[in-house]
């Protein structure tokens, strides 16, 4: 099974930058997309950014212009370039792997942001 490990996440002041890293390890098949996904205290988990086996992306409108995700085949890799933070980013964010033809997705630990000034 896929084992996913999380890194990057910190405080950062508002306009500020960070770089999440989500790296696959395990018996990889198939991978169909990667994203990631945020929860701030009291919220409901949404998504922020995924990307597809194709190299296709979609982005939260919240984020869109600020935020990149990318990824590193060969290393079963995921990223997410944070630019241009807002206190409203703060959340933990989750990666998220889904692999063609299995049911369940798999989830990272969690990796804590906070935006703060």
């Known amino acids: 099974q896929a084992q996913l490990v999380e890194s990057g996440g910190g405080l950062v002041q508002p306009g500020g930058s960070l770089r999440l890293s989500c790296v696959a390890s395990g018996r990889i098949f198939r991978i169909s997309a990667m994203g990631w996904y945020r929860q701030a205290p009291g919220k409901e988990r949404e998504l922020v950014a995924s990307i597809s086996s194709g190299g296709s992306t979609n982005y939260a409108d919240s984020v869109k212009g600020r935020f990149t995700i990318s990824r590193d085949n060969a290393k079963n890799a995921v990223y997410l370039q944070m630019n241009s933070l807002k206190p409203e980013d703060t959340a933990v964010y989750y990666c998220?792997?889904?692999?063609?033809?299995?049911?369940?997705?798999?989830w990272g630990q969690g990796t804590q942001v906070t935006v703060s000034s």
């Open positions: 998220n792997l889904k692999i063609m033809f299995v049911k369940d997705d798999y």
